[in-house]
């Protein structure tokens, strides 16, 4: 491998290097500071509080009723989970096993909700489901996940599924093995490291998404990140402390799936199978 050692090179690689630590360094120093103000008893004008305390996060516990907002949250993300899982997996096969007219046209309808901005289809997507009666409501908050939640399956599990040789599910055939069986039996073990890689990122996708879920939640269907929002501009006087201890609150809810979510997938292999995919 060849490089370039002039000084062009040098100052442009150098500047690169400032910009990703500068990014890096706020970064750290927004999230620091969050922290910080969440175990505060009182912090104006100085570098460091003037005491610590964990009180803020038994008053943000019960002053936002956490408890109640994170039963909601993960009832409604396992059942985006499930429910992406079942319609993602079944379509991806579809699409990796049969060619038909339009197949195309199929995939870059499938690509739009994960290349589009949220709030640009949020908004009609919401006037339909309270136009349905489900808007406000659990299964509201539940379909309009869905849009964004099934075509992103399907496109991270066609890779998987193509790179299962037919001959494998014609020889289970052969042998006796019904739909049902070749699914369980050769297929499942298979698709299982793509299944579990895609439904991790989709469970930390719904719950950190934000447009779709404030556009149809009511006040009893609010993730965790939506009650964040109301907390913050919602009239009356909070403590800014119990404000950041909830902000923490969901920042190591979101970390605590992603970590779990990476040690399943690496997401240079899913862009590099997209990748082969788009030029065969």
């Given at each position: 491998m060849i490089r370039d050692t002039t000084i062009g090179a040098k100052l442009w690689i150098t500047a690169v290097w400032v910009v990703v630590a500068?990014?890096?360094?706020?970064?750290?120093?927004?999230?620091?500071?969050?922290?910080?103000?969440?175990?505060?008893?009182?912090?104006?004008?100085?570098?460091?509080?003037?005491?610590?305390?964990?009180?803020?996060?038994?008053?943000?516990?019960?002053?936002?009723?956490?408890?109640?907002?994170?039963?909601?949250?993960?009832?409604?993300?396992?059942?985006?989970?499930?429910?992406?899982?079942?319609?993602?997996?079944?379509?991806?096969?579809?699409?990796?096993?049969?060619?038909f007219p339009g197949k195309k046209l199929v995939m870059l309808l499938f690509l739009l909700p994960l290349l589009v901005p949220p709030i640009t289809f949020g908004i009609p997507l919401a006037t339909v489901l309270y136009q349905a009666g489900v808007g406000g409501t659990f299964w509201g908050v539940v379909l309009a996940n869905l849009v964004p939640t099934v075509p992103f399956v399907i496109l991270v599990m066609i890779p998987f599924i193509e790179q299962i040789d037919p001959k494998v599910e014609a020889a289970a055939r052969v042998f006796g093995a019904g739909t049902f069986q070749l699914f369980v039996h050769v297929l499942l073990p298979m698709l299982l490291p793509g299944i579990l890689a895609a439904l991790l990122l989709v469970l930390v996708r719904t719950i950190a998404m934000f447009e779709l879920t404030f556009l149809t939640a009511g006040p009893t269907s609010q993730t965790l990140v939506v009650a964040l929002y109301y907390s913050v501009f919602a009239s009356g006087v909070r403590a800014v402390q119990s404000i950041d201890a909830m902000a923490v609150v969901y920042m190591v809810t979101t970390l605590i799936w992603l970590l779990i979510a990476l040690r399943f997938v690496n997401p240079t292999q899913i862009v590099a199978r997209a990748k082969q995919q788009t030029t065969a």
């Open positions: 500068f990014f890096v360094i706020n970064l750290l120093a927004m999230i620091a500071t969050v922290i910080i103000s969440s175990v505060a008893t009182r912090w104006l004008g100085t570098w460091l509080p003037a005491g610590w305390t964990t009180n803020w996060y038994f008053t943000a516990w019960s002053e936002f009723q956490l408890s109640d907002v994170l039963i909601v949250t993960f009832q409604i993300a396992f059942t985006v989970v499930a429910l992406s899982g079942l319609l993602g997996v079944t379509a991806a096969y579809a699409l990796a096993r049969r060619d």
